[in-house]
């Protein structure tokens, strides 16, 4: 499973890339806003680029609401990198919009999915990605993980090529059911990325070999 980091923050991403685990990024226009601000001057361009320049794939989402702007804004981020994923919302008005840039050999990821009706249409479409937000079903006292298994099930059973990314991830807990749930992708938000190394009987195993090591008296090996 390909893990992405679920930010915008370049400093962030440059340190957790440089640890050779990190795949891909994904954001989203309120990352991008926390990044550049309100001010009139900001360019998102130039942290895309950036975030294009530490990793293999950064998902960008779509900002107009029409669909013609959609589709041509779609084209204009994609123009941007070639590392570029473009992110569209999982909506009505944009299905035609999806299956013709899918069409032109554009990578959509389509995102807020939160059925498996919605997961079937957009792999029709030809959805590059599509990620299922299992963070935000949990917080309406649904089993958010259920709709990857689901989602995963079909996938198989139809042969579709589209990848699945488990969004909205809140805890490590999630990202394990999201391994066994055999999502393609994780985005996982940065403070929670390094916790997925930590246990606390790693950190007690190593201080019980370091504490019997130092009983040996040996100052150097080897």
Aim: hydrophobic content about 45%.
């Amino acid at each position: 499973m390909k893990l992405f980091l679920d930010t915008a923050n370049v400093a962030t991403i440059k340190r957790l890339a440089a640890s050779g685990l990190v795949d891909g990024v994904t954001t989203n226009p309120s990352l991008l806003s926390k990044e550049t601000g309100s001010s009139e001057s900001s360019d998102p361009k130039k942290i895309i680029a950036e975030i294009c320049s530490l990793v293999h794939e950064v998902s960008v989402e779509v900002t107009e609401k029409t669909p013609e702007a959609v589709y041509k804004q779609a084209k204009e981020i994609a123009a941007l990198s070639k590392n570029i994923v473009v992110k569209i919302p999982c909506h009505k008005d944009y299905v035609e919009v999806i299956s013709r840039l899918s069409r032109e050999g554009i990578k959509v990821n389509v995102t807020l999915i939160f059925t498996l009706a919605q997961a079937l249409m957009m792999c029709k479409a030809g959805a590059y990605i599509i990620s299922p937000f299992i963070g935000r079903l949990d917080d309406i006292d649904e089993e958010g993980v259920e709709v990857l298994y689901t989602i995963r099930h079909m996938i198989n059973a139809y042969r579709f090529p589209t990848l699945v990314l488990a969004a909205s991830i809140r805890h490590v807990r999630h990202v394990h059911k999201a391994i066994l749930a055999s999502a393609d992708i994780a985005t996982v938000p940065a403070e929670l990325f390094e916790k997925l190394l930590e246990h606390p009987l790693t950190d007690a195993g190593i201080k019980k070999f370091d504490d019997d090591w130092k009983k040996l008296g040996i100052r150097q090996f080897p």
